[in-house]
């Protein structure tokens, strides 16, 4: 009785763990991108009733769920949207691949709607999952009684002696075989009926010999992939295996992304660069992407959006971030920005010198990890990176760059203001029957701002402006230097203005006129002034009242509905970066109008607002 009870409870144990486990642990150890989507948070903030009614999220699950099917409820397919939804990728010199895995709340449910939908696809029932295979054989739909995973899988662009490429060489040859049994034989007029058919089915046969076969291999290789996901067994990794995954993990946070570069194929690039949507754009990103690991976490709290990221590097480039990122912002920086309200104010401070002596190997760095990653190991093309960066070293002088440029520099947008600006056009003269030159004037919106940049050789710069005065790109008068506005090549007026280890930059005469005779008046508050000086890079930007000074004479009528909208309904961005901890870390935060519920619904209404608004004209 105690071992048949023991039995029982252990039954409805698994049970219960199989219908409520989480879907992480199906995830493969080896991916390189997984993208979480806290489904139950987002269900609760926004509502669930109101995703199912989104016609924008519904055509986003279009590709992964629905494979446009037009009758898009998903309450009536058995998908479970309360609860973690995730994406992954996955590139190895044999395949890649994409997958978007979620939840099934009632399993027959989804399959009577998977049965529905896909009546002319071929379903494979395999022992604990069905998979469906689509027409275009990259395609693949497979689930279980828990989850669903849809994967686009590629082979396309490796090297000859890949598997799947043979799958495609195989294929080829036993088609050729086909032609030429097509192409074969006497000339028509000569040959027998009899000759002329056994010659066209012996070519057709061949040709359906070539498509099972091929079809064979490529599932083969599809099945390598689904099976260790479907098909859970001890001492299997998954993705909660990796050590790094595992620490950066936040359940809290409302979407997540984790993306490992160190174990990524050189055919990553060939095959994100020929996928489309989602997938495409993650692709693009990593392609000039030069970390090893890039994680991060989007916050919807009831006031407040907030993401934290950070980046990992290789040891060399870590090392050279130690040494480029110790700087912080100097206090007499500080008196520059305006005590008067602006609409932005954004700094960066690092060590220069030490920025131009990494340059030349992080650089070279950039370059070889860029080409291991798009190509076969090439020693020759490894010397010659070398080289480069030996060449950089002798002639770049870290010194004096650094003496030039420190690396502290302040920009603050003060105000966008209407100026009026010559330019040419051109009209046509119907009694000459050609076009002439018409001088014309128009108004566009200049920044009024001030740039502090530090610089401690004045020297230097003084002749530099110097000889953009003797070309008559600049104007000197009362020790500072200026642009008339007349060049229509820059039809601006900036001002400039060089003290003994400051370059000043701005778009008001006054304003250097006063940083040229000491009379400025400045000084930012306290806790501004902290966060700048605390962090490496620091950006505040008052979004909404920049919309305000946006000219809409030119905009037309559903661009004008969108920017009043936005008008309304945007607050302000605060964004801070520092080095620290061996790693970039990054922290963004947007603070949202009065009248939302929470951060959450708020994004979501301004989203379909402004489509609505979009479509309605």
């Not at 998954?238 to 809290?252: C, P, R, T």
């Not at 912080?328 to 960066?348: A, D």
């Not at 010559?422 to 046509?428: A, G, L």
């Not at 401690?456 to 104007?475: D, W």
Request: no cysteine; glycine share 4%.
């Amino acid at each position: 009785m105690k071992k048949l009870s023991f039995l029982f409870f252990t039954f409805i144990s698994l049970h219960l763990f199989a219908i409520n486990s989480p879907l992480e642990p199906v995830i493969p150890s080896d991916v390189n991108v997984v993208l979480r989507l806290n489904g139950k948070k987002l269900a609760e903030k926004i509502g669930i009733n109101n995703i199912y009614n989104s016609g924008i999220f519904m055509n986003y699950l279009e590709y992964a769920i629905f494979s446009d099917n037009t009758n898009k409820k998903i309450e009536d397919i058995g998908v479970n949207l309360e609860k973690d939804l995730y994406f992954f990728s996955k590139s190895t010199d044999k395949i890649s691949y994409s997958a978007y895995l979620y939840p099934i709340a009632k399993a027959k449910l989804f399959e009577k709607y998977i049965a529905e939908k896909n009546g002319m696809v071929e379903t494979v029932k395999m022992q604990t999952y069905t998979v469906i295979f689509y027409e275009n054989e990259r395609e693949v739909l497979a689930w279980n009684n828990r989850f669903a995973v849809f994967m686009h899988f590629d082979y396309s662009n490796y090297s000859d002696d890949d598997e799947a490429t043979e799958v495609e060489m195989y294929e080829d040859v036993l088609m050729e075989a086909a032609d030429a049994v097509g192409e074969a034989g006497v000339e028509e007029s000569t040959e027998s009926e009899a000759a002329y058919d056994a010659r066209i089915e012996k070519e057709l046969e061949l040709r359906e010999q070539a498509r099972r076969e091929s079809l064979e291999r490529k599932r083969n290789l599809y099945y390598a992939e689904l099976n260790p996901i479907f098909n859970l067994v001890a001492g299997q990794k998954s993705i909660l295996d990796n050590a790094s995954y595992v620490k950066h993990k936040n359940n809290m946070a409302d979407f997540s992304f984790w993306i490992n570069m160190s174990n990524l194929s050189r055919r990553y690039n060939s095959y994100y660069g020929g996928y489309y949507g989602f997938s495409g754009s993650i692709g693009s990103l990593l392609s000039t992407y030069i970390g090893e690991e890039l994680r991060g976490h989007l916050f919807l709290y009831e006031k407040e959006i907030k993401l934290t990221a950070n980046i990992g590097y290789t040891a060399e480039i870590q090392k050279w971030m130690n040494q480029i990122y110790t700087s912080r912002m100097p206090k007499k920086f500080l008196k520059y920005i305006p005590n008067q309200n602006v609409l932005g104010v954004t700094s960066i401070s690092m060590n220069s010198t030490k920025f131009w002596e990494a340059f030349p190997k992080v650089y070279t760095e950039i370059l070889n990890q860029s080409w291991s990653r798009r190509r076969q190991p090439d020693e020759k093309q490894t010397e010659a990176f070398a080289v480069l960066a030996d060449f950089m070293s002798i002639v770049i002088d870290e010194n004096d760059l650094g003496d030039l440029v420190t690396g502290n520099s302040i920009f603050i947008l003060k105000n966008l203001l209407p100026v009026k600006v010559n330019y040419t056009s051109y009209e046509y003269d119907a009694e000459n029957s050609d076009y002439i030159e018409v001088e014309k004037t128009k108004t566009e919106m200049m920044p009024d701002f001030l740039m502090v940049m530090g610089s401690e050789n004045k020297p230097f710069m003084t002749k530099l402006l110097n000889l953009a005065m003797k070309n008559n790109v600049l104007l000197s008068r009362k020790g500072y230097f200026y642009t008339d506005g007349n060049n229509r090549d820059f039809p601006y007026k900036i001002y400039f203005y060089v003290n003994e280890d400051m370059v000043f930059v701005s778009s008001n005469e006054n304003e250097i006129l006063s940083l040229a005779d000491g009379t400025f008046n400045g000084g930012v508050d306290k806790k501004l002034g902290n966060k700048i000086i605390r962090n490496n890079g620091y950006a505040i930007l008052d979004i909404k009242e920049l919309l305000n000074r946006i000219d809409q004479t030119y905009l037309n009528v559903t661009d004008v509905k969108l920017l009043n909208y936005a008008k309304a309904n945007t607050g302000s961005v605060e964004y801070f970066n520092r080095f620290e901890n061996e790693e970039t870390n990054y922290y963004m935060s947007y603070s949202i109008p009065e009248n939302f519920e929470n951060s959450a619904k708020y994004l979501w209404d301004f989203i379909h607002k402004m489509d609505e608004i979009d479509q309605s004209n």
